[in-house]
Antibody
Framework: QVQLVQSGAEMKKPGASVKLSCKAS????????IHWVRQAPGQRLEWMGW????????KYSQKFQGRVTFSRDTSANTAYMELSSLRFEDTALYFC??????????WGRGTLVAVSS | EVEMTQSPATVSVSPGERATLSCRAS??????LAWYQQKPGQAPRLLIY???TRATGIPARFSGSGSGTEFTLTISSLQSEDFAVYYC?????????FGQGTKLEIK
């Protein structure tokens, strides 16, 4: 079955970078886009952007432009999200989700990133 | 950016009753609207896409309607497992945006 397995929780200091992974299984990785979404404590879901797992094209939300980089390793069926210059307000649960063109029906369980001095 | 506004913020409904959740877009999003259910500590679960099409495996008690800027999610005959937070999402324009959520709680 389709699974997206995300990497474990991270604790970082302000100004640092974090790189999260999202390993796909159960389908052809390069056939679908992967979205990244985050959710700060008690807040709404916030779309960060997507990556075309086939050709590597990316689209970033303007809010994160310049600080976020999506990448993928097709040999490992894994998508990555790197966020730099971390701030306290980047503390959130970060999700990856597969775009089925009919909604996002498959999500990872999320990776908690805590930014603390 | 398309702003999505959900109402009410919280709604209390008794099991077996109907719940109606609303979502308004700040500009037209056609039918490019999805609804998700989220329980504490879990990822969102897709319920509805295309404003009115149930996702695979979603019970028939969930229905969506609307187009343009006004959308509704209706849950008929609430079950205990339906008490959660519900989000609408527009995917007509970038950035794709979510509403702030409606918490459906047991009355």
């Amino acid at each position: 079955q389709v699974q997206l397995v995300q990497s474990g929780a991270e604790m970082k200091k302000p100004g640092a970078s974090v790189k999260l992974s999202c390993k796909a299984s159960g389908y052809s990785f390069t056939d679908y886009d992967i979205h990244w979404v985050r959710q700060a404590p008690g807040q709404r879901l916030e779309w960060m952007g997507w990556i075309n797992a086939g050709n590597g094209d990316t689209k970033y939300s303007q809010k994160f432009q310049g600080r976020v980089t999506f990448s993928r390793d097709t040999s490992a069926n894994t998508a990555y999200m790197e966020l730099s210059s971390l701030r306290f307000e980047d503390t959130a649960l970060y999700f990856c989700a597969r775009d089925d063109s009919t909604g996002w029906s498959h999500w990872g369980r999320g990776t908690l990133v805590a930014v603390s001095s | 950016e398309v702003e999505m506004t959900q109402s009410p913020a919280t709604v209390s409904v008794s099991p077996g009753e109907r719940a109606t959740l609303s979502c308004r877009a700040s500009q037209r999003v056609n039918s490019n609207l999805a609804w998700y259910q989220q329980k504490p500590g879990q990822a969102p679960r897709l319920l509805i896409y295309g404003a009115s099409t149930r996702a695979t495996g979603i019970p028939a008690r969930f229905s969506g309607s609307g187009s343009g800027t006004e959308f509704t999610l209706t849950i008929s005959s609430l079950q205990s497992e339906d008490f959660a937070v519900y989000y609408c999402q527009q995917y007509n324009n970038w950035p794709e945006t979510f509403g702030q959520g409606t918490k459906l709680e047991i009355k």
